[in-house]
């Protein structure tokens, strides 16, 4: 059975599942839409800019990237085996680095991400927000194709989990599940939807919610100009890191003073 074909069959299963698949249709059949727009722009302004993980953390949080693999490294290593035992392929660690220290700049309660997989970024979520007993809200779609619906979050380790709620529905439904639960999110790690429209949609409904002070992370930034467009809209200041070939969206939400009547 082909990918596609197993794909669409395990939509079917699903009926919670079935809005997504509806705008997936409609998206390779009738929407001429492309989910690349302003790649070339976006890829040039971010090079421009562009720092490592570890200057950003410095300038951006006053900390030191190295404590983060020495504190964690059994925790680590055990996450590596296990990624490497696992009989499906998804996506990377990424930059653990740059996101545990956000929530440890912000001294977070309250984080949203978009895109888990194996559980990377989860996982460095989790071991700062458990210091505080706060709460990692995610969204991830199952793992059609592959049959791998167990897999996701796959390295994080048991002990972690109380801290967690993962919501297994595409962003569409997830997110506005998540936003009622939740007043406000410290941190905001986006690794979900890569296309130009998605991005924006999700930017947009996201940023309302972060209080003053939150981080605000989005990976793979030169798949499209959504996010440089959003900065550039919103006159957000954002810095660029580099890591791996690819690129990585960070800033803090500013403050905005209150305007007292006269």
């Known amino acids: 059975m ?21 705008r997936k249709i409609i998206k390779n059949t009738v929407s001429r839409r492309s989910p690349f727009k302003g790649k070339a722009k976006a890829n040039f302004w971010a090079a421009s800019i ?7 953390i410095s300038r951006l949080f006053s900390m030191n990237i190295t404590h983060f693999r020495s504190t964690y490294a059994d925790i680590l290593e055990k996450a590596s085996l296990k990624e490497k035992e696992c009989p499906i392929i998804m996506g990377g660690s990424g930059a653990l680095e740059l996101i545990y220290y956000a929530c440890e700049f912000t001294k977070a309660q309250n984080v949203l991400e978009t895109g888990v997989a194996y ?13 505080r007993n706060g709460t990692l809200y995610s969204s991830d779609m199952p793992y059609l194709a592959q ?18 709620q ?4 595409a ?4 997110l506005p599940k998540i936003l009622k639960k939740v007043s406000s ?6 690794d979900s939807d890569k296309s130009y429209h998605g991005r924006m949609w999700a930017y ?30 919103m006159d957000i200041s954002t810095f660029v890191v580099e890591y791996n070939g690819k690129y990585i969206g960070i800033f803090v939400k500013e403050y905005v003073p209150l305007i007292r009547a006269k």
């Open 2 to 22: 082909s990918t596609v074909l197993k794909t669409f069959v395990a939509y079917l299963k699903r009926p919670a599942l079935y809005p997504e698949l509806g």
């Open 50 to 56: 562009a720092v490592s993980q570890e200057e950003v």
């Open 119 to 131: 559980g990377w970024s989860s996982l460095a979520i989790l071991l700062s927000v458990k210091k």
């Open 147 to 164: 049959n791998g619906d167990q897999y996701v979050g796959y390295v994080v380790p048991e002990h972690l989990k109380k801290y967690w």
């Open 166 to 169: 993962l919501f297994r529905f």
């Open 171 to 174: 962003d569409r439904e997830s």
């Open 185 to 190: 999110f410290d941190v905001f790690h986006y």
């Open 204 to 233: 947009h409904k996201i940023y309302k919610k972060l209080r003053p002070g939150a981080v605000f992370i989005s990976d793979d930034i030169g798949d499209n100009s959504a996010y440089q467009d959003f900065c550039n809209r």
